[in-house]
């Protein structure tokens, strides 16, 4: 499955995305933030409060920056540690800087929210947890224990105490939904652009495959020439040699050597047929070359192609396309891996439409995720019936998207349904279905088709 070649984004990856550059430049903007608004409550609103130690917390993540552009290279990925713990130092600092200057009381508390948020985008669930609760909790005890502001008259600044609960309330719930909220967006990106590249790798190595199939095919043409003609030349050296002459036998042996090379060639893939196959094929051949590779696993697959009317025109050609094929491999392997018997292939076209039906007799599609089925990482809980059938499976979100992405890419429309009760029994249902235009083969003429290597 291509899935298998790539390894699916987890929430242990988080590690190591973020510079400690741009923490230390978000650090600078910050204290230059923190250093003006001191300067314009003291000269322009004239406030008072502990002028000297809020300056000194300012100094010290001045220092902090300072020691780390000296000591570390600007470049440098911090580990979920070292980030953990440069977020921790920002809350701290800010938290003095808030103790200073009013507590809750000052409009500037909303501030707390920004390393949390900064975590849920870059760090592990637990590290988040973590400073979300640090978070919280200096938030809590700042609406308890500060130093207050007093203004020009020497008046007190602080919110009515309802005020006071209410803003404390707003904070801890931004915490709470920021972390969340950008945590969940953050995964979903990375999840579609994670499962877009497992794409492109599922892409390419079709594209290889057919490559190499091609090069075996035209090889297997080109050589057909020089081995008959060996073998004729061969052929009648042994009629003017003796049988019982030593050359008699090594133009035997030559004859023998030309038909086994003709016969590897034959046995490589497509080598030896018409090789004009390996650019278009009929859509029946197509869905069976998609569905081979699931034949022998237990399940009966059964296919059958038809016109939808008595008056259609011929069985359509279309273009091998590397997206056409794994996006079906990976619906029939899907329909194998949750089918109780059997799997129906039902391949059908009309003048103007192709389409490609494919049903299993299992359990059908969930109706939890029957809605998202085809975006990246659909999850679902497992049966603990499921789990004793299929231990080993592992998900249907990443092997659908590739499929669904693959297809819409040559221009099908998937439609995902349960099969009802009745004659058609229950099962899940995938159909596939193309404007004929989209994926039909160009027939272009030309010297005809390549001949099949003859003995």
């Not at 000052?106 to 637990?126: C, D, E, G, H, S």
């Not at 950008?182 to 497992?198: F, K, P």
């Not at 693959?406 to 429309?413: K, Q, S």
Request: aromatic content about 8%; some cysteine.
């Amino acid at each position: 499955m291509p899935g298998a070649a790539f390894e699916v984004f987890a929430d242990s990856q988080r590690s190591n995305w973020i510079r400690l550059q741009t923490l230390v430049t978000l650090r600078w903007v910050a204290t230059f933030g923190q250093s003006v608004a001191i300067a314009a409550s003291v000269w322009i609103y004239e406030l008072t409060f502990s002028v000297g130690l809020a300056a000194l917390t300012v100094f010290l993540s001045v220092f902090a920056n300072v020691a780390f552009a000296t000591l570390f290279s600007a470049g440098r990925r911090l580990s979920e540690r070292e980030a953990s713990a440069m977020l921790a130092f920002d809350l701290t600092q800010l938290g003095v800087l808030l103790y200073l200057t009013g507590g809750l009381n000052n409009p500037f508390a909303l501030l707390l929210l920004a390393p949390v948020t900064i975590a849920a985008t870059v760090l592990q669930l637990r590290s988040t947890v973590f400073l979300g609760a640090v978070s919280i909790a200096i938030i809590t005890v700042l609406s308890i224990w500060n130093q207050p502001l007093f203004g020009a008259s020497m008046q007190r600044l602080e919110l009515p105490e309802i005020y006071l609960f209410g803003f404390w309330l707003a904070l801890v719930t931004g915490v709470v939904f920021l972390a969340i909220y950008a945590r969940q967006v953050t995964s979903e990106i990375h999840a579609m652009r994670d499962a877009l590249v497992a794409t492109q790798l599922a892409l390419a190595r079709g594209q290889k495959l057919t490559d190499l199939g091609g090069v075996v095919a035209a090889t297997a043409h080109e050589l057909g020439t020089p081995l008959a003609t060996i073998k004729l030349v061969s052929a009648e050296m042994m009629d003017d040699l003796g049988a019982d002459s030593d050359l008699h036998q090594d133009a035997a042996l030559i004859r023998e050597q030309a038909n086994r090379c003709k016969d590897i060639l034959q046995s490589m893939g497509q080598a030896g047929k018409d090789d004009l196959l390996m650019h278009q094929a009929p859509i029946g051949s197509v869905v069976q070359e998609a569905a081979d590779p699931h034949m022998d696993r237990g399940k009966l697959v059964l296919h059958r192609a038809e016109a939808l009317t008595p008056d259609t025109a011929r069985h359509p050609h279309v273009t091998r396309r590397p997206e056409i094929i794994h996006g079906l491999r990976n619906l029939i392997q899907n329909a194998v891996d949750f089918a109780n018997q059997k799997v129906e292939i039902s391949v059908s076209w009309s003048d103007t439409v192709i389409m490609v039906r494919i049903k299993d007799d299992g359990p059908g599609f969930p109706a939890s995720v029957i809605g998202r089925i085809g975006d990246p990482f659909v999850r679902r809980r497992r049966a603990i019936a499921d789990l004793r059938r299929r231990p080993e499976y592992d998900g249907m979100g990443l092997g659908l998207f590739i499929a669904k992405t693959l297809l819409e890419r040559t221009g099908a429309r998937l439609n995902f349904a349960n099969a009802q009760d009745g004659r058609d029994g229950t099962g899940a249902v995938v159909i596939v279905e193309w404007s004929r235009s989209d994926i039909e083969a160009i027939e272009t003429g030309g010297l005809g088709e390549n001949r099949q290597i003859l003995a």
